[in-house]
């Protein structure tokens, strides 16, 4: 059984930093990609970051760049995300997703399979 579960979301203050961590199991994770997605409320699921199977190779939104860096941990089983400097727009349910590919990919049609998501709100 396929499972990806988020942790790590919480409250922070504009310009303080939070690192999301997303355990996999189920599947082979050294071989897939993964990456980052976020949902705002009212608002469509958006890109954030990806990684291919070796962290070797990543891709992150415009918004974030800078900002947040995604490495991985196959040995862990393991994809996390370090958020800094988070502003109140990086307010989401952020998502972890496993890609149909093992190269970084930015598109959620790319993905196969999902995590539940993690709350992250940052106040002013």
């Known amino acids: 059984q396929v499972e990806l579960v988020e942790s790590g979301g919480g409250l922070v203050q504009a310009g303080g930093s939070l690192r999301l961590s997303c355990a996999a199991s189920?599947?082979?994770?050294?071989?897939?990609?993964m990456g980052w997605f976020r949902q705002a409320p009212g608002k469509e699921r958006e890109f954030v970051a990806t990684?291919?199977?070796?962290?070797?190779?990543?891709h992150y939104a415009d918004t974030v760049k800078g900002r947040f860096t995604i490495s991985r941990d196959n040995a862990k089983n393991t994809v996390y995300l370090q958020m800094n400097s988070l502003k109140p727009e990086d307010t989401a349910v952020y998502y972890c997703?496993?890609?149909?590919?093992?190269?970084?990919?930015?598109?959620?049609?790319?993905?196969?399979?999902w995590g539940q998501g993690t709350q992250v709100t940052v106040s002013s």
């Open positions: 997703a496993a890609s149909y590919s093992a190269y970084p990919r930015d598109l959620s049609n790319d993905y196969r399979y």
């Open positions: 990684t291919g199977w070796n962290s070797g190779n990543t």
């Open positions: 189920g599947f082979t994770f050294s071989t897939y990609g």
